[in-house]
């Protein structure tokens, strides 16, 4: 069966696999079933039993690909890539010969078998509307042909027309309904995808607006004094240096209140980022559990410990979202031995190497290590079959290695920036 990309982070794959396993395990069978009889019963004719078996088997590879391409389309009347209309029109083909075959055979009760099955399948690719105009017509058709076929032969007419049309009937809502439960996950899974893509951007949202009326305000006005003294130069030099002065003060105060709104950003603390992760990870549809030391969490960490654990964790919680198929999260922290520890594991890692969890140079993972090292702590990941794991530590007490070192927190701020 052919894998349909699937959106990291659910079960969806294996809900796939069982949506397709279970459409066509039923089809398979139904079809099997209607003809057994038949290709198995002696008085039949060689050629009519090969070609009830070709047309079986024509019938079964058909439908197969047809739902494996199906499944590969959200929604039901997704615009997204065109049917297999060659597999549709051989299934119809092949159901549609079977249907023949049998009823030829006098078989009134089980003919309509393979029609209905693969008239499901072939409404599965239409809008809703033209998707039940299709299975109502073919039941219609179906009770006309059967009742006809019957009262023909001389055979009761009421079952050969009731039973054709029910089957129909029958079939294409039972696979419609597997198709529309597979429909809805797939739309669920797509809008918890939203939602934490969304969290993200109204943050930089935020912050984008933030930084524009910092530097709108002092633009424009470093805009009108520096015209002003371009006006002054020749007239009036004492003002015009006058106004160029301050137009550098203007200048020194745009870049003091930017610097302030990035901090404001980029400084983050560790309580925040707690929050912040367990609403995005749960947006995600991941399950997010949280073992923490409340005490440890809201308690005072020597600076600049909070700012560098909350980049720890925003980092960690950005490579859960976006370099795994996540199913579950751990986030740990406390404080032990005089170190603050911060622990941060979740499952769902690719086979492949993936450079977003720092096995590659230049990761967010490795500069924060280095920053982490010059604070006087560490950081460490490691994979673990399909789990991941980040551990940071800290000193819990960094009022002596501030005092020796008086340069850890001003160069931290300068990598920050």
Do not use: C
């Not at 995808?193 to 709108?216: C, N, P, T, W, Y």
């Not at 979202?321 to 404080?335: E, T, W």
């Amino acid at each position: 069966m052919p894998e349909a990309p699937v959106a990291p982070g659910t079960r969806l794959t294996h809900f796939r696999r069982y949506t397709w396993w279970s459409l066509f395990g039923v089809t398979a069978f139904f079809l099997a079933f209607s003809v057994q009889n038949r290709i198995m019963d002696t008085a039949v004719p060689v050629p009519v039993r090969l070609a009830a078996v070709a047309a079986l088997g024509l019938t079964v590879t058909a439908v197969a690909m047809s739902i494996s391409r199906r499944l590969g389309r959200v929604p039901l009347d997704s615009p997204d890539g065109p049917p297999p209309r060659r597999w549709l029109v051989a299934g119809g083909a092949g159901g549609t010969a079977l249907g023949v075959i049998l009823l030829a055979l006098r078989d009134y009760e089980l003919w309509s078998f393979g029609p209905a099955m693969t008239v499901s399948i072939i409404a599965t690719f239409l809008p809703p509307r033209r998707r039940w105009l299709l299975i109502t017509g073919t039941a219609v058709g179906a009770a006309v042909i059967g009742g006809v076929a019957a009262w023909a032969s001389g055979q009761g007419s009421v079952f050969a027309t009731a039973f054709p049309a029910g089957l129909v009937l029958v079939t294409g809502w039972g696979t419609l309904g597997m198709l529309w439960g597979w429909e809805v996950a797939e739309q669920s899974n797509a809008a918890r995808r939203l939602s934490a893509e969304l969290a993200v951007k109204d943050e930089r949202l935020r912050f984008a607006a933030d930084l524009h009326d910092i530097q709108g305000h002092h633009l424009q006005v470093i805009a009108l004094k520096s015209e002003l003294a371009a006006r002054l130069v020749d007239t009036d030099p004492a003002r015009a240096v006058a106004e160029m002065t301050e137009v550098r003060r203007l200048a020194a105060d745009a870049l003091r209140d930017t610097r302030a709104v990035v901090q404001g950003y980029r400084r983050v603390t560790l309580e925040e980022e707690i929050a912040n992760a367990t609403r995005v990870l749960a947006a995600a549809g991941i399950d997010a559990r949280m073992e923490l030391d409340r005490a440890a969490v809201s308690g005072r960490l020597p600076d600049p410990g909070p700012h560098l654990l909350g980049l720890v964790m925003r980092e960690a919680t950005t490579n859960v979202l976006r370099h795994s198929h996540a199913r579950q999260a751990q986030v740990g922290y406390l404080i032990t031995g005089g170190l603050a520890r911060l622990t941060v594991a979740n499952d769902g890692i690719p086979d492949q190497p993936d450079t977003g969890h720092g096995t590659g140079p230049g990761t967010g993972l490795r500069t924060l290590a280095e920053r982490l090292r010059a604070a006087g702590g560490e950081l460490t990941w490691r994979r673990d079959g399909d789990r991941f794991v980040v551990a940071a530590a800290l000193p819990a007490d960094m009022t002596g290695r501030r005092s020796a070192d008086g340069r850890t927190a001003a160069a931290t701020e300068r990598t920050a920036r």
